[in-house]
Protein backbone atom coordinates (compact mmCIF):
# COMPACT_ATOMS: atom_id res chain seq x y z
CA UNK A 1 0.00 0.00 0.00
CA UNK A 2 1.45 3.34 -1.28
CA UNK A 3 2.27 6.10 1.85
CA UNK A 4 -0.36 8.32 1.86
CA UNK A 5 0.53 12.02 0.54
CA UNK A 6 1.33 14.55 3.46
CA UNK A 7 -0.42 17.59 2.32
CA UNK A 8 2.24 19.55 4.42
CA UNK A 9 5.00 18.20 1.85
CA UNK A 10 5.12 20.09 -1.56
CA UNK A 11 7.50 18.49 -4.56
CA UNK A 12 8.64 20.61 -6.70
CA UNK A 13 7.97 20.61 -10.36
CA UNK A 14 10.41 19.18 -12.72
CA UNK A 15 12.77 20.97 -15.13
CA UNK A 16 11.31 19.40 -18.23
CA UNK A 17 7.56 20.32 -16.87
CA UNK A 18 8.52 23.49 -16.13
CA UNK A 19 10.17 23.80 -19.94
CA UNK A 20 7.34 22.27 -21.17
CA UNK A 21 4.55 24.64 -19.75
CA UNK A 22 6.90 27.36 -20.44
CA UNK A 23 6.93 26.28 -24.36
CA UNK A 24 3.40 25.40 -24.46
CA UNK A 25 2.06 29.06 -23.15
CA UNK A 26 4.80 30.81 -25.72
CA UNK A 27 2.96 28.86 -28.69
CA UNK A 28 -0.18 29.67 -27.22
CA UNK A 29 0.16 33.19 -26.37
CA UNK A 30 2.30 33.54 -30.58
CA UNK A 31 -0.86 31.82 -32.11
CA UNK A 32 -3.51 33.86 -30.18
CA UNK A 33 -1.77 37.14 -31.05
CA UNK A 34 -1.61 36.72 -34.77
CA UNK A 35 -3.32 39.70 -36.04
CA UNK A 36 -3.97 39.63 -39.85
CA UNK A 37 -4.09 42.83 -41.88
CA UNK A 38 -7.65 42.55 -43.26
CA UNK A 39 -9.82 45.60 -44.10
CA UNK A 40 -12.70 45.90 -41.04
CA UNK A 41 -16.31 46.22 -41.36
CA UNK A 42 -17.50 49.88 -41.34
CA UNK A 43 -19.98 50.86 -39.40
CA UNK A 44 -21.87 53.13 -41.76
CA UNK A 45 -22.95 56.95 -40.39
CA UNK A 46 -21.41 55.82 -37.60
CA UNK A 47 -17.36 55.32 -37.41
CA UNK A 48 -15.12 58.19 -38.59
CA UNK A 49 -12.71 58.87 -41.11
CA UNK A 50 -8.86 58.57 -38.97
CA UNK A 51 -8.03 61.73 -41.15
CA UNK A 52 -10.89 64.36 -41.10
CA UNK A 53 -12.95 62.34 -38.55
CA UNK A 54 -16.18 63.03 -40.96
CA UNK A 55 -18.73 60.59 -40.63
CA UNK A 56 -18.55 57.42 -43.05
CA UNK A 57 -21.70 58.02 -45.28
CA UNK A 58 -20.53 56.99 -49.18
CA UNK A 59 -19.67 53.51 -49.54
CA UNK A 60 -18.21 54.66 -53.03
CA UNK A 61 -14.69 56.48 -51.70
CA UNK A 62 -13.75 54.33 -48.41
CA UNK A 63 -10.25 53.53 -48.20
CA UNK A 64 -8.14 51.13 -45.54
CA UNK A 65 -4.60 51.51 -44.62
CA UNK A 66 -2.95 48.55 -41.85
CA UNK A 67 -0.76 50.10 -39.56
CA UNK A 68 1.95 48.23 -38.63
CA UNK A 69 3.37 50.15 -35.87
CA UNK A 70 -0.56 50.07 -34.14
CA UNK A 71 -1.03 46.91 -35.68
CA UNK A 72 -5.07 48.06 -36.65
CA UNK A 73 -6.73 49.08 -39.91
CA UNK A 74 -7.15 52.95 -40.54
CA UNK A 75 -10.36 54.03 -41.56
CA UNK A 76 -10.78 56.97 -44.14
CA UNK A 77 -14.12 58.10 -46.06
CA UNK A 78 -11.95 59.45 -49.32
CA UNK A 79 -9.23 57.98 -50.75
CA UNK A 80 -7.80 61.14 -50.78
CA UNK A 81 -7.82 61.25 -46.39
CA UNK A 82 -5.76 57.67 -47.10
CA UNK A 83 -3.46 59.08 -49.35
CA UNK A 84 -2.44 61.71 -47.11
CA UNK A 85 -2.26 59.64 -43.49
CA UNK A 86 -0.26 57.39 -45.10
CA UNK A 87 1.95 59.95 -46.57
CA UNK A 88 2.24 61.79 -43.04
CA UNK A 89 2.85 58.56 -41.15
CA UNK A 90 5.73 57.07 -43.39
CA UNK A 91 3.45 54.02 -45.41
CA UNK A 92 2.34 55.54 -48.99
CA UNK A 93 5.25 54.24 -50.59
CA UNK A 94 6.03 51.17 -48.18
CA UNK A 95 4.43 48.52 -50.95
CA UNK A 96 4.68 46.17 -47.60
CA UNK A 97 2.02 48.08 -46.30
CA UNK A 98 -1.57 46.66 -47.00
CA UNK A 99 -3.83 49.30 -48.30
CA UNK A 100 -7.56 49.04 -49.73
CA UNK A 101 -9.96 51.34 -51.58
CA UNK A 102 -13.40 50.09 -52.31
CA UNK A 103 -14.22 49.76 -56.15
CA UNK A 104 -16.99 52.72 -56.74
CA UNK A 105 -19.58 50.29 -58.94
CA UNK A 106 -19.03 48.03 -56.49
CA UNK A 107 -18.65 49.60 -53.16
CA UNK A 108 -18.90 45.95 -50.76
CA UNK A 109 -16.12 44.78 -52.35
CA UNK A 110 -12.38 46.04 -51.31
CA UNK A 111 -9.56 46.71 -53.74
CA UNK A 112 -5.93 46.88 -53.45
CA UNK A 113 -5.16 49.84 -53.74
CA UNK A 114 -1.78 50.33 -54.97
CA UNK A 115 -2.62 47.49 -58.25
CA UNK A 116 -6.58 49.42 -58.52
CA UNK A 117 -6.97 52.32 -61.17
CA UNK A 118 -8.59 55.69 -60.42
CA UNK A 119 -10.30 57.97 -62.14
CA UNK A 120 -10.48 61.84 -60.95
CA UNK A 121 -13.20 64.26 -61.42
CA UNK A 122 -15.36 62.29 -59.05
CA UNK A 123 -17.44 64.35 -56.24
CA UNK A 124 -15.90 62.51 -53.54
CA UNK A 125 -16.67 63.39 -49.52
CA UNK A 126 -13.85 65.58 -49.11
CA UNK A 127 -13.08 66.77 -52.11
CA UNK A 128 -9.69 64.64 -53.20
CA UNK A 129 -11.71 63.98 -56.67
CA UNK A 130 -10.35 60.31 -57.15
CA UNK A 131 -12.80 57.02 -57.10
CA UNK A 132 -10.93 53.75 -57.48
CA UNK A 133 -12.72 50.90 -59.91
CA UNK A 134 -12.26 48.62 -63.09
CA UNK A 135 -9.32 49.70 -65.26
CA UNK A 136 -11.59 50.35 -68.66
CA UNK A 137 -13.18 52.99 -67.52
CA UNK A 138 -10.25 54.40 -64.68
CA UNK A 139 -7.28 55.40 -66.50
CA UNK A 140 -4.88 56.89 -63.16
CA UNK A 141 -2.66 54.45 -61.68
CA UNK A 142 -2.13 54.85 -57.93
CA UNK A 143 1.31 56.83 -58.01
CA UNK A 144 -0.41 59.31 -60.09
CA UNK A 145 -3.87 59.49 -58.68
CA UNK A 146 -1.58 59.63 -54.97
CA UNK A 147 0.95 62.40 -56.14
CA UNK A 148 -2.33 64.34 -57.24
CA UNK A 149 -3.88 63.99 -54.37
CA UNK A 150 -0.42 65.15 -52.11
CA UNK A 151 0.09 68.06 -54.64
CA UNK A 152 -3.80 69.40 -54.41
CA UNK A 153 -3.02 69.34 -50.99
CA UNK A 154 -0.18 71.39 -50.68
CA UNK A 155 -1.39 73.84 -53.12
CA UNK A 156 -4.55 74.53 -50.57
CA UNK A 157 -2.21 74.70 -47.43
CA UNK A 158 0.08 77.23 -48.98
CA UNK A 159 -0.82 80.99 -47.54
Known amino acids: MPAPLCPDRFSPPSRRRVLGAAVGLFVCVSACSEIVPTPRTIKWNRDTCDHCHMVFADRRFAAQVWDPEMRR ?25 PF ?9 HWLDARTARYRDGVVT ?35
Open 125 to 159: PMGYGYSAGPAATHPVDFRTAAAAIREKADCAHKS
Open 100 to 108: WVTDDAAPD
Open 73 to 97: TRLYDDFGCAVLSAGELGLIDRDDV
